[in-house]
């Protein structure tokens, strides 16, 4: 079993190799969620599906590795967002705002 050092170190380089994309997409879903989907460019909403996939990879090998908890609220959340950014047709009802997943 890795000794606490080793652990640290994986955790490290795990997060170093992956959180440029993680907060692309969080800028992404940032102005998506403030400014809505009309503002992103075609660059954008083509590399959107991207980021999403790459952030559930990371989420599942997070989770294969046992790292902390925090990072895995944070992929959690962050797939989350994406997941509705990318499947989910937003519709105001009454004032709020709900959402209507799409059959896929």
Not at 36 to 54: F, R
Not at 68 to 91: F, T
Request: proline share 2%; glycine share 2%; charged share 30%.
């Amino acid at each position: 079993m890795p000794d606490k050092k080793e652990l640290t170190m994986s955790s490290y380089r795990f997060r170093k190799e992956r959180e440029v994309g993680w907060i692309d997409l969080d800028k992404l879903l940032n102005k998506m969620e403030s400014k809505g989907l009309s503002t992103l460019t075609e660059e954008e909403l083509l590399h959107l599906p991207q980021l999403y996939s790459s952030v559930i990879s990371s989420l599942s090998v997070a989770r294969s590795i046992s790292l902390d908890k925090s990072l895995l609220d944070y992929l959690e959340n962050l797939a989350k967002r994406a997941y509705l950014a990318c499947y989910a047709e937003k519709m105001k009802f009454n004032d709020g705002l709900f959402y209507r997943l799409s059959a896929s």
